[in-house]
Structure formats: structure tokens, C-alpha cells
């Protein structure tokens, strides 16, 4: 069956994913099924968006309840879930003043953060060319998001982007501080990078670059798309210790989210955090369809609601710890990025070559998650030796327990078979 579906995806599908790893039929909880009866522990959660794993019933019911009341409206009406999700994610960023503006995925809400940087450039006379992004960084697909993301292979087939955009080394302040001056309106960070492999930064990184865009007066944007809705075990990562260095959080001008916020249901936002730059965008300047329709906001609170009632940031961080503990005790890991449910494996490949053997050709990591895929886990490469995890949150330690066994063995026998 999961042949013949694969067959069918090659002939009626875009190339542009490659072939897929399996087909999935079904999902519960952290674990998902292929269409050959195969089960899989999901420690990938659908790239950090199955915040609550698969099938959870609070989703089940909001979404089910929502779909008979009121799907969709339009922007011309607002819905009581639309305004409620809106409250709500202003109270867990701790702010008393600020506005959500939604939409239906990360780049999209990246998109609003770029025309929101180019209005406080307006608001100035156009005197604020000049965005700064980061290399290594991921923003997004779509041609704003993509000229604020770093991989060349992303970015070069599709240009010419939008322009202004400057790349400074990422975690090196006086690079940063190089390029600053008053022409800057934006700079945007991820506040640990996601793509890059689970990267953080030195220590107090993000409160220097806090000072350098209040010093001149430009907006400091957090992409919390992969970070935010307690993927590090607090809400957002700009109110985590271990990623600010500081018990404050280091508040941002405005935030994107999207990926966990709807545990699978496609949303994005962007929040703007104060009054000043909550009112850059004037009625009529942006605009969106789908964009916070009453199906999406209710599914993302009903996420929300039973991150808080299920105490759930608190089994990121016992678990995240559990896992990262565990993870470092095996021989074949150098080190682990750990933040909450949040994890970058650096594999230990001079181990490897140290005995003589090869290392895989394509790198060893995307050939570990093909195996560890026949051994019923989905996991994720970001670079030739780097894994990343980012299972659901609800994930116990029982259930990560069986990984962390099979994970020296997987390795082994990829080296293996390579040699
Ligand atoms: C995934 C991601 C995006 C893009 O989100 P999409 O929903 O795929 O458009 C942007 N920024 C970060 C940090 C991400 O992890």
C-alpha cells in the first residue's frame, strides 16, 4: 500500500520535497502509523508543531465544535476565538499593550514582520533602509522571509529579493554592532536557531542586542515560529533563563509564531509589543483572507488551554532534562543543544573515523534518520552530523526511553553498512 501511494505521489505531486519518507495514515498521542501497519514514535512532531501530539482530543473537540458553529468570516468580521486567542497570547508574553495580527503560516507572519519593518522605516521619513538578519538563520519560503534567511541554495535561485537586508555573524555582537546605526529598522533573531541545528548563542547575546536596537532606535523581531508555545519549556524563549541568561525576560518590538501554535492546525501571528509599534500598520496596509479565521484561533487556544490546565511546561522541562541527560551518557553523542523538548545531537564522528571506519557518503546523519525510521522512530538531520528532536510536548520519559536504547545501535549499524 505505502508502495503504491509513493508511486502516486511521484506522478501527481510537486518534485519539490524529494520522495517522502513514508506515507502516514493515522496518529495518536506520539505515535504515528503508515499505511503498511508500521507504528513510529514521532520525535519530530511534525517539524516542532504537534504540540500535543496526534489526535488530542481537546483538539479533536475544539476543532469539531468550531467546524459545526462557525468556520470562517473573513477579516471584514472578527469571532470571539479570533480575540480570545489574540488576549491571551499578549498575556503570556507579559505585556499590557500590543496586537496580534494572524495569519496561516510562519513565513507569512515573517512577511508582516518585514512590512512592519519597512513602516518604521516610513513612519521616518524611509530614513531606515537597512534590516539585519543573521547567518545561519531560517525566516522562511516566500520572497520577504527569504531574503532574511541565510543558505545560499535557498535564497540565490529566486533572487532578486527584496533589498536592505544585511547578514552579520550570528552570536557576535561587535559584528553586529558593526552594521548598526540609524539607518537599521529591523533586526531579526531567532533567539536560539532552529534550523541551524538547535544553535544558541554566547551568553547574554540577546540582551546586547537588545541594546543595540534600543540604542538605535530599531525594532529587535523574535521569530519564535520553532522557539515559542513552550517548545523550550516556558511559553516563549525570550522569557527562558537558559536562552536569555538573564531571570528577565529580554522583551522583543514584536514576535512571529506559527508552527506550534496550532498543534497542526496552519496558523501564524505576529504580535507587536507596545503601543508605538502596534500602530505601524494603518487599516487597509496588510491584509489576509484565511488569515485568524474562528476554525484556526479556537483550535490554537483549545492548544493553548491545555498546555496551561495539563501543566505541560512542566514535563518539557522534566523530560527535556531526562532526554538530554540520557542523550549525553551515550558514547556516540559529542555534545547535545538542549533547550526543554528542543534537542540538537552533535554526532561524535571522530569516534567513528578514529577506529578506521568511513562515514557514510551524503553524511551520517541523514543516513541515521533513514534507519532509525526502520526502527519505528522519525527523527530529523539538520546537517551532515547534527540530529534534531522535537517531539510532542506531551511526551513521557517512558516513551522516550525506547530511543534512547536503539540510538547507539542505529548509528552502528549505518557506519556499518557504509563500510
Ligand atoms: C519553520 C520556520 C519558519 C517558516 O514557517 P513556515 O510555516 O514553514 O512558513 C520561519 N522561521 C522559523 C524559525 C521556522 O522554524
Not at 35 to 64: C, M, Q, S
Not at 272 to 286: I, R, Y
Not at 317 to 342: D, M
Request: with cysteine; glycine share 10%; charged share 15%.
Amino acid at each position: 500500500m505505502t508502495e503504491n501511494l509513493l508511486e502516486r505521489y511521484q506522478r501527481s505531486m510537486t518534485n519539490m520535497f524529494g520522495t517522502p519518507a513514508q506515507a502516514l495514515v493515522k496518529g495518536e498521542g506520539v505515535y504515528v502509523w503508515d499505511a503498511d501497519g508500521k507504528r513510529y514514535t514521532d520525535f519530530l512532531a511534525g517539524i516542532a508543531v504537534n504540540a500535543l501530539g496526534h489526535a488530542h482530543p481537546a483538539i479533536v473537540e475544539a476543532l469539531t465544535e468550531q467546524a459545526k458553529t462557525l468556520g470562517h468570516i473573513s477579516n471584514l468580521f472578527t469571532s470571539l476565538p479570533q480575540v480570545g486567542l489574540a488576549e491571551r497570547l499578549l498575556a503570556m508574553a507579559g505585556i499590557s499593550e500590543g496586537a496580534a495580527f494572524f495569519a496561516n503560516s510562519g513565513t507569512e507572519a515573517n512577511e508582516a514582520a518585514f512590512k512592519l519593518a519597512r513602516r518604521h522605516s516610513h513612519a521616518q521619513g524611509g530614513s531606515r533602509p537597512k534590516v539585519i538578519a543573521l547567518q545561519n538563520a531560517f525566516h522562511g519560503r516566500t520572497m520577504g522571509a527569504l531574503a532574511l534567511t541565510w543558505k545560499p541554495q535557498y535564497r540565490e535561485p529566486f533572487e532578486p529579493l527584496p533589498g536592505g537586508v544585511v547578514f552579520v555573524p550570528a552570536g557576535d555582537i561587535e559584528a553586529l554592532k558593526a552594521q548598526m546605526d540609524d539607518t537599521v529598522a529591523a533586526v531579526i533573531v531567532e533567539p536560539v536557531q532552529g534550523e541551524a541545528g538547535v544553535r544558541d548563542f554566547p551568553p547574554g547575546y540577546l540582551q546586547q542586542v537588545r541594546q543595540a536596537c534600543t540604542e538605535h532606535g530599531a525594532l529587535l523581531i523574535f521569530d519564535e515560529i520553532q522557539s515559542g508555545i513552550g517548545r523550550t519549556g516556558t511559553w516563549f524563549a525570550f522569557q527562558n533563563p537558559q536562552v536569555t541568561g538573564t531571570a528577565d525576560p529580554v522583551l522583543p518590538d514584536a514576535m512571529t509564531l506559527a508552527k506550534g501554535l496550532g498543534g497542526g492546525m496552519p496558523i501564524g501571528a505576529l504580535v507587536t509589543f507596545g503601543k508605538d509599534v502596534s500602530e505601524l500598520f494603518t487599516a487597509g496596509q496588510h491584509g489576509t483572507t484565511f488569515g485568524g479565521n474562528p476554525l484556526a484561533t479556537a483550535t490554537a487556544l483549545a492548544v493553548l488551554e491545555t498546555i496551561e490546565s495539563d501543566n505541560i511546561l512542566h514535563n518539557v522541562r522534566t523530560v527535556g532534562t531526562y532526554l538530554e541527560q540520557q542523550l549525553h551518557a551515550l558514547p556516540i553523542v559529542k555534545t547535545v543543544r538542549a533547550y526543554g523538548l528542543w534537542q540538537g545531537i552533535e554526532l561524535d564522528t571522530e569516534a567513528i573515523t578514529a577506529q578506521g571506519m568511513r562515514l557514510p557518503e551524503g553524511g551520517l546523519a541523514p543516513k541515521v534518520v533513514a534507519k532509525a525510521l526502520d526502527y519505528g522512530y522519525i527523527i530529523n538531520a539538520t546537517d551532515q552530523t547534527t540530529l534534531r528532536l522535537a517531539p510532542p510536548l506531551i511526551i513521557t520519559t517512558e516513551q522516550v526511553d525506547p530511543l534512547i536504547q536503539d540510538l547507539p545501535n542505529i548509528v552502528a549499524e549505518t557506519v556499518a553498512e557504509a563500510n
